[in-house]
Structure formats: structure tokens, C-alpha cells
């Protein structure tokens, strides 16, 4: 198993107009060459907002991007109208095919608010875009990776061959972590507690990339959540 941790402090930090972004990969303000993307994974971003602000209406195309509150109330505005309300427990999945417009704003003008992004470059191009929100609690079973969004599932919306894993754990738990292809690897993110792999420690906002995994050891404290993400590591597009 080949690995490339990191840590929540080492990832680049903007600010702009009470919004705190915190990127692991270069992405707007931020520049790392070293730090460009891991396979088709092109972005994972923190965002704070304080009250009352956020990202104004903006242009999204060929991307499947996906959102995952931590705190406070999220309203996504679409460009046609549509509106969505994400809070912690919420996960939404946007696949932005031929072009969509939205805007990310804080729901509270007293509280700060903050979520998850990862954007994932995907296979083919100009689909219709297509968006869903997904309620955690419903699908996901306790102390136990559950599948989230699969590329192998027959409802199945996202347009790349990436596999979404998400676990929260109110006890000390061990996962076994496997590839369904030799040419996969994973990626972690530990939103909540401490875990351990390989003998790697992860605290909380730490992500680590995995590459040339068979199978591996996932050991995670009680009070933990954990985003798993298995993704190719070469980018193809038709």
C-alpha cells in the first residue's frame, strides 16, 4: 500500500468576503504543484460561511460535485428556480453535465455554517444535469461502511467509476478496505474522531490518499465519521 496523507493544517486556506476555504487540492486561490488532484478526484474543499454569506450565483459544467454539510443550515439555489436545504446528515449530488447555474448560501444571517465539497471529473460529457439530495440516517447502517453512491448501482446517477462510502460509528470498529479494480484507489476523509490505517493516525479533517491497495486495515474510535471514496486513478474521457 502506497499513501499520501494529509493533514488538516497543511491544506492551502482563502478568504473572501466571509467565506473561509480550506483546499486540499489547488484549486481558485490556492496554487500547490505537488497538490493538483488524485485520479479523477479534482477538488475537496472546506468552506465556512459566516451568516448571511456565501457563494453567489455561478456556472457549473461536466463535474460531478458533491456536497456534504458539517454544520448549520445550506441553501442551494438553482439558476431554474430550484432550491435545496442541506444540514448535517444531508448529502447532495449534483452532476452538472451540459451547465447549470446555482448559488451556496448560509440559510442563517446570525450562524456560521460549513460543509464539504469533493469534485470528481467525470467519464463522459454534455449530460443532463441531474441533482439529488440523499438523508444519511435513511441508508446508512451504524458502525458499518455503507454504500452511498455507486457507479455499479442500477439507479445509479453519477457519470464516472467511483464508489462513495460513508460510516459513523458510535464504537471502537474495524473495516477491512478493499479496490474493486487494480487500478482504483481510495481516498479518506475523517469528518469526526480518530482512526487509524496501516498504522497511519487520522484526526479529525484529515484526508490520505491510497494507491496499489489489495486490502487493508481501517481502525476507527467511537464517535467517528468517515468519507470513503474509491476512484480511478487515471483520467479518461469520451
Not at 450565483?57 to 435545496?84: A, F, Q, R, V
Not at 487500478?183 to 484526508?207: C, F, Q, S, T
Request: aromatic fraction near 8%.
Amino acid at each position: 500500500m502506497d499513501y499520501r496523507l494529509h493533514k488538516a493544517d497543511s491544506r492551502g486556506r482563502t478568504e473572501n468576503e466571509g467565506i473561509t476555504s480550506y483546499h486540499t487540492y489547488s484549486f481558485a486561490g490556492y496554487y500547490n504543484p505537488s497538490r493538483m488532484c488524485f485520479g479523477v478526484l479534482r477538488a475537496v474543499n472546506q468552506e465556512i460561511l459566516k451568516g448571511g454569506q456565501g457563494f453567489s450565483m455561478h456556472p457549473h459544467d461536466n463535474m460531478e460535485i458533491i456536497t456534504i454539510p458539517l454544520s448549520g443550515s445550506i441553501k442551494l439555489l438553482g439558476g431554474d428556480g430550484t432550491i435545496y436545504y442541506l444540514e448535517e446528515g444531508h448529502l447532495h449530488h449534483l452532476s452538472a453535465g451540459t451547465g447549470i447555474f446555482h448559488s451556496e448560501l448560509n440559510n442563517s444571517w446570525k450562524d456560521e455554517a460549513s460543509f464539504i465539497q469533493l469534485w470528481i471529473q467525470p467519464s463522459v460529457k454534455n449530460i443532463k444535469p441531474y441533482q439529488k439530495t440523499v438523508q444519511l440516517s435513511e441508508v446508512c447502517e451504524p458502525n458499518s461502511m455503507t454504500a452511498i453512491i455507486s457507479s455499479d448501482k442500477s439507479d445509479s446517477s453519477i457519470h464516472q467509476d467511483v464508489n462513495f462510502h460513508f460510516g459513523y460509528y458510535d464504537k471502537a470498529t474495524q473495516e477491512i478496505l478493499k479496490v474493486s479494480s487494480e487500478n482504483h484507489g481510495i481516498y479518506l476523509l475523517l469528518l469526526e474522531g480518530k482512526a487509524r490505517i496501516d498504522g497511519v493516525e487520522l484526526n479529525k479533517m484529515d484526508g490520505i490518499e491510497i494507491s496499489n491497495i489489495e486490502e487493508t486495515n481501517l481502525i476507527l474510535s467511537n464517535n467517528s465519521k468517515i468519507l470513503s471514496v474509491e476512484i480511478p486513478l487515471k483520467i479518461n474521457l469520451n
